[in-house]
């Protein structure tokens, strides 16, 4: 009897602390998905948004091809930046956790994390500035005579991808960075012991070991970089839209709620997907 009562008592104590969050859970995510995702069902016709169930958003989302180029433009703009984020990343951090001595590791990491202390909209901004026609690269190369006119930075995909890359490398440094001091020294040690080179030591113990961290920062810049909106409007313009710029365009000047519930909806399944395919290595525990 007394076991059961303590058993209950606990109970309610793990619910007591659960509960808030659960219910902010619920209040900000669950309720807006649902409401969105009924929206998406809907038809706007005219100015009146009718609630038909039916699956014609979507449909059209397939058939029409600036609506699918957008997702395609996100995708390509946020792989991109993926993999040139963790090439640049990954020794960066490694320079940090190996090289850097410990009792200076925390000023680097300050260092790295410096970009985050600014306004999203400033660095975009600043970019726009360094990259545009009279900016810092053009007006450099121009002065030293490497090019007799300026270069079509600004408004581009380059400029984007360059604007994301300057972000979420410090945040795969973060990640990185903490797989690698977790890692046992003896580890690397004993493959050196048997027989295994530098880069075998790397290719078989250290980055499978850092790769969970890899991993996370990867999918968290997947998340940030697709869903982002200021980053390609700022940098990129309107050369090619991205598909949060493209949600943006049927709220803004569409009033398509309908439409952009849709887009909303497939952007999310998208990144479920990438979760999915992720979720190996994010879930991966050290043995």
Known sequence: MAQATLETRENRR??????????????????????MAAISLATRKGR????????????TFFEKAHLLKGLFVSLEITFT????SVVLAYPL?????????????????IMAILPFWTSYVVRSYSWLLVLAKNG?????????????EPLELASTRTATVIGFVHFFVMLLTLTIYANLVQMPPNYRRAA?????????????V???LTLPGIMVGAFLTFVLCIGDYITPQILGGNNELALPQVIML?????????????LSIILMAVVTLAYIACARWLKMERT
């Open 93 to 109: 951090a490694w320079i940090i956790a190996e090289r850097v001595p410990q009792k200076w590791q925390r000023m680097a990491l």
């Open 192 to 204: 050196a012991d048997l027989g295994a080179n530098g880069f075998q030591v790397f290719w078989h």
């Open 48 to 59: 009146e948004i009718v609630m038909a169930f039916n699956l014609d958003n979507y449909i």
């Open 136 to 148: 810092v690269i053009n007006n450099t190369l121009l002065h030293i005579g490497l090019i007799a």
């Open 206 to 208: 250290v980055l499978p």
């Open 14 to 35: 793990a619910w007591g602390f659960v509960t808030p969050a659960l219910l902010w859970t619920i209040a900000f995510f669950v309720i807006p998905f649902i409401v």
């Open 250 to 262: 049927q709220l803004g000047r569409r009033a398509d709620f309908p439409m952009a519930a849709t």
């Open 81 to 84: 930046v993926t993999i040139i």
